[in-house]
């Protein structure tokens, strides 16, 4: 499995995780702002009077309100990324890559309500009664010319619901309840297989259903889960509120030079920051990606901007708001640059040749090029030398974990308790990797990211301890509901690709794979949604852009059709 993850790893190198990727990703958010003569400034006040309800009517094809469909894609969107992305993100980048994050949704708002207008100009009735869209509808049929002459898109669109079948289990559904299952047995030492037994159940339940059950489910999810995240964030926030200031200057201070070392953090230079900021960006928010509009379709309008307007706000709330609020806990609480004892993951540590000493400015310096991929320094090969759980011979190496010097190590046989099974012999260690077959575990203190970084800032506020169950139960929320809406999007594109009948046999797959990544090591999985993520987000962007002019058209029939239908309404300038 790990050689799979490595070939997984290579291929991902060459489109998410290369370097060109996010100038892609945010060179489309820039031109269409450009060219559509910023949407997301001009249109935003009328797209909250439209989610509002200002100009709903029952009689309008689709199958849920605007409101209904904002939830449903932001259930999509809302999840392990607000929490755990975040703190990935400055825990890679340091506090510039929020800002990085933060231009990302600016430009995303942009994109979405491009990509969103355009499905929803060629959804489709489906026999059921029941409407579908998203970027596979509008590639097959939209009118692509090319030196005149049509263009045929439906192999970009099937290439498209594939990587969309794939990135629901990759994104929607394994890494999900693998998050859940993991924070349940921390936190309430709930055992995983009934967290996942439980889950599944209640996912099968809701997704059975279809479109409608699952608006409703979402649209009292997000206001839930939003109020209570809110109130704990909060609660850190004031908490420390002399460091909201000095945490903002970090953010916005350093953002064409990167984030300075200081406490454990090494520090990322610009380019770090700038890809890892933009990479968390998409996987927050998803602008570009074309998964909301595939919630978006099933909205009740007969104008497909009207339902564009509304995906403006996806953005604005996912990523400037509930980001940055995550990010101002983890800067004013001090967690993120500081080290914690924790449990290393093996795919962690890195274990370089010679040892370098943190208090050494020289070695450190070498250990940020390294780190920030500017001067790779080798890695060692040879033995730890353990004794009572101490390595002996630390002068032969440098143990890097999580991107940190690694203090008070202790290594404990993997079986029984830690304080009751020190271990004694000898672990290899080939190109600075523990063999996987070394049946131990290290325990010490470094840096630590995702949701545990997290969970951490927020027990530094007014609920102390109690701060961390808010941060668990966010994360059930969040990410269940993150569940529940990409079960729709892979059932759209398998209705795509298959036909409706193959959608019961999809539902059952997805649930029982939802059940079975509860307990399992989800690495691959993760590493899959990225490669998976790439493949959905570059054909959309291809079709988008070659259908500008199509978009600049729609904008001036909606302000036609406005004027016409609500005469004496306050709306911005269409044309």
């Known amino acids: 499995m790990q050689e799979v993850n490595n070939f997984l790893i290579l291929i991902d190198s060459f489109i998410g995780s290369a370097a060109w990727f996010p100038y892609a990703l945010l060179g489309t958010g820039l031109f269409f702002t450009i060219y559509l003569k910023f949407p ?310 890195e274990i370089l040749d010679k040892n370098y000493a943190e208090s050494n400015v020289e070695a450190k310096e070498k250990i940020y090029n390294h780190l920030n991929d500017e001067e790779k320094l080798p890695r060692y090969n040879g033995d730890l030398v353990v004794e009572n759980g101490n390595i002996t011979n630390t002068e032969d190496f440098t143990f890097i974990h999580s991107r940190s010097f690694a203090d008070n190590i202790k290594v404990y046989k993997n079986e029984g308790l830690i304080e009751e099974e020190l271990f004694d012999g000898i672990i290899k260690v080939a190109g600075g990797n523990i063999a996987p077959d070394q049946d131990v575990k290290f325990i010490g203190e470094s840096l630590v990211h995702s949701a545990p970084l997290t969970a951490l800032a927020f027990k530094r506020g007014f609920f102390g301890e109690w701060g961390q169950y808010i941060v668990s139960i966010g994360l059930l929320l969040f990410a269940f509901s993150t569940a529940i809406s990409w079960s729709y999007y892979g059932d759209r594109a398998m209705t795509y690709l298959f036909g409706p009948k193959s959608v019961v046999y999809y539902r059952v797959v997805y649930v029982v794979a939802f059940f079975f990544a509860s307990f399992q090591d989800t690495t691959i999985i993760w590493t899959l949604s990225a490669i998976t993520i790439a493949l959905m987000t570059l054909p959309n962007l291809v079709g988008i852009i070659w259908l500008r002019k199509d978009m600049k058209n729609t904008i001036s029939e909606y302000g036609d059709f406005f004027e016409e239908n609500f005469p004496g309404e306050k709306h911005p300038k269409f044309k």
């Not at 439209?50 to 309100?65: A, E």
């Not at 209640?202 to 109020?227: D, H, Q, Y």
């Open 40 to 349: 997301q400034v001009r249109f935003f006040k009328h797209a909250v009077r439209i989610v509002s309800g200002k100009f709903d009517r029952d009689d309008l094809p689709g199958d849920t309100s605007h409101f209904q469909a904002l939830a449903t894609a932001l259930s999509g969107t809302v999840g392990t990324g607000n929490i755990a992305g975040v703190a990935f993100a400055i825990h890679l980048g340091g506090p510039a890559a929020l800002f990085w994050m933060l231009v990302t949704a600016v430009l995303g708002m942009c994109t979405k309500f491009v990509e969103v207008s355009l499905s929803h100009k060629y959804r489709s009735k489906l026999d059921d009664g029941t409407m579908a869209g998203g970027p596979m509808y509008y590639m097959r049929n939209a009118n692509f010319k090319f030196n005149g002459k049509k263009v045929n898109l439906k192999w970009l669109a099937a290439i498209f619901a594939f990587a969309t079948v794939l990135s629901s289990f990759g994104t929607g559904s394994l890494p999900q309840i693998n998050s859940i299952s993991s924070t349940m047995l921390a936190t309430f030492g709930i055992d995983q297989i009934i967290t996942g037994a439980v889950l599944a159940v209640f996912l099968g339940l809701v997704i059975i259903g279809g479109i409608k059950r699952i608006a409703a489910v979402t649209s009292k999810l997000v206001p839930g889960m939003a109020i209570i995240y809110f109130i704990g964030a909060f609660a850190v926030i004031f908490y420390n509120y002399e460091n909201i200031i000095p945490s903002l200057m970090a953010i916005f201070g350093d953002i064409f030079t990167g984030s300075a070392a200081t406490g454990g953090f090494i520090g990322a230079n610009l380019a770090f920051a700038f890809n890892r900021g933009v990479n968390r960006g998409l996987f927050s928010n998803e602008a570009g990606q074309g998964s909301a509009p595939i919630a978006h379709a099933s909205a009740k309008a007969n104008e497909p901007l009207s339902e564009g307007m509304v995906a403006i706000l996806e953005p604005f709330i996912d990523t400037i708001i509930i980001c940055t609020i995550t990010g101002l806990v983890l800067l004013s609480s001090g967690a993120w640059n500081e080290k914690h004892v924790n449990q290393f993951e093996y795919s962690e540590i």
